[in-house]
């Protein structure tokens, strides 16, 4: 299975007065590694939307194991978990860059749409990306 | 049990290109609305850091099922699911203020910390605040 | 002139390692009192853009006099500054609730322009909407 | 005088319902500059911090002159502007990477504090970091 790979380090705008990246930052984090992922796929995710599909979150996960400041540098590890056409769920593990030391770990739901959010059966509505998703699985 | 409500009205900024509010703003709503529910109990959490006790999140989960536009209106109705001295389980639900359809669930899990982040059993570092926990739940 | 009022509680999310509100919040706050600027003037930009206009911006400029954290409330004070039917200045003032001290001011300029973002005239594009914006100038 | 450039691609959070990247992200962007900026100068912002000295805003502009969508892909040049041991000026431009168009060009003006936030001469609070910002002038 296909494991894509995002290099990040923490803005000074996603701290918080805790002084730590503030959670609310990781569902965007693994987003960056979802569009890489899909990037890496063959098709950017620009484009799918673009074509008239999209891919809304239906379900969103995260634990935090630890916590990572200003100018840490992490890595976003993701992979899909799941996938039957109609639901597709991404894992991510975001590490850290030096000792690879697990930050978050996480998952994200999501429904293939139309461009007006209604729920199609990706196999049906576009067999080409159904195809590049099965390939990712097999990869 | 105390259900504390947050008014909020969606920002442009918390817009993405789908035209609804981006998924990672349910975390920051959360916590709008957990400020309020913890300020209403009788002490701001604001407050709570300054005395020493910290309260950093460990897991999220989120269920979206609907989706809210620029200026909409939602009410965060927040509660307590679980505590046990050591962790706390936020339960919230983000409703329309017109129509009170739900359009998020979602629950916030923490662990009571010192300023810095060591783990602590707040029945013995806190009574204080334990005893405030206690009657929120009682209610 | 009218001037709108804004009431807004800093969110945890907002501040950064500082302790403090980050600064990139300001013009997000700002755009929270031009929406209520706006609503209150007769027609809520939410429909505004939804009938064909759109009013990005072309300049932004902030001036941090004092700083606010965690659960602070403050109001942000909106107004026009200059209109031409073409280009449209808002001025903003941010000032704690308690003391009325001033936080920030700023100020952003925009220009009028179609769903797909080319420049109009306002007088002849949407008479509508330029007469409401007379209107609130002479106020 | 030296110049840094960062690489960013533009995040599907950073865009809103224009479905272009909203405004408020670009002085986020302008931080990542700064940082790489004073990085490279020598000394990482987070440990100018964790020293003793912090550098807060006191003024922010911005100027737009075209924008970037999700996956757009950018360079921030970020240069000093102007400095005199209290205050100190960046001035940024944010380009394309493809041809090199400017999207958005701005400055932010600083103050050197104590980590209470108290204005300081760098000259004599530390010299070390005067040295090397006048350094990083003359380049």
Redesign the interface.
Known sequence: MYISESKL?A???E??????V????Y??WF??GR?DFI?EMGM???EI?KSGA?L?????????KS?V???DRVIVRTKIKEYNGIRLTFYYEIVREDDSSVITTGETEHAWTTCS?KPVNLRKYRPDLHEILVKAIEK
Chains 1, 2, 3, 4 share one sequence.
Request: charged share 20%; glycine share 8%.
């Open positions: 380090t803005r000074y705008a701290t918080d007065q805790m002084g730590i503030h959670h609310s930052n569902p965007i987003e960056v569009t990037r950017p995710y620009s939307e999209m809304p979150l239906i379900g969103l996960k995260c634990t935090f916590h400041g200003y100018e959010l």
